[in-house]
């Protein structure tokens, strides 16, 4: 019954600026580390940027100093803030998070249904 439910995709010029959402919603679950990923045409998923429970982060080096990863505990949500993007930056983003849920008593990773972000050239 875990859900990830991703907002804030869009169509911007090179240059621009998106702000991308995922909030995790479900009975008795706490959250741990969280992350996004995407996936351009014709290749394979890759790792966008991660972050721990104690907001430890990691960025993959094509967007390291353009990106920046957030989150907000209370509200099981993170962010992911994307300056200066690129037409390179094109593709479906997913949220991923690692979540242990009482209802099933194990420790998962769940993934949300991804948002396009198209950048233009």
């Known amino acids: 019954q875990v859900q990830l439910v991703e907002s804030g995709g869009g169509l911007v010029q090179t240059g621009g600026s998106l702000r991308l959402s995922c909030a995790a919603s479900?009975?008795?679950?706490?959250?741990?580390?969280m992350g996004w990923y995407r996936q351009a045409p014709g290749k394979q998923r890759e790792l966008v940027a991660t972050?721990?429970?104690?907001?430890?982060?990691n960025y993959a080096d094509s967007v390291r100093g353009r990106f920046t990863i957030s989150r907000d505990n209370a509200k099981n949500t993170i962010y992911l803030q994307m300056n200066s993007l690129e037409p390179e930056d094109t593709g479906v983003y997913y949220c991923?998070?690692?979540?242990?849920?009482?209802?099933?008593?194990?420790?998962?990773?769940?993934w949300g249904q991804g948002t396009q972000v198209t950048v233009s050239s």
């Open positions: 991923n998070a690692r979540i242990w849920s009482a209802s099933t008593y194990s420790l998962g990773d769940y």
């Open positions: 479900g009975s008795a679950i706490s959250v741990n580390s």
């Open positions: 972050i721990t429970q104690l907001k430890n982060t």
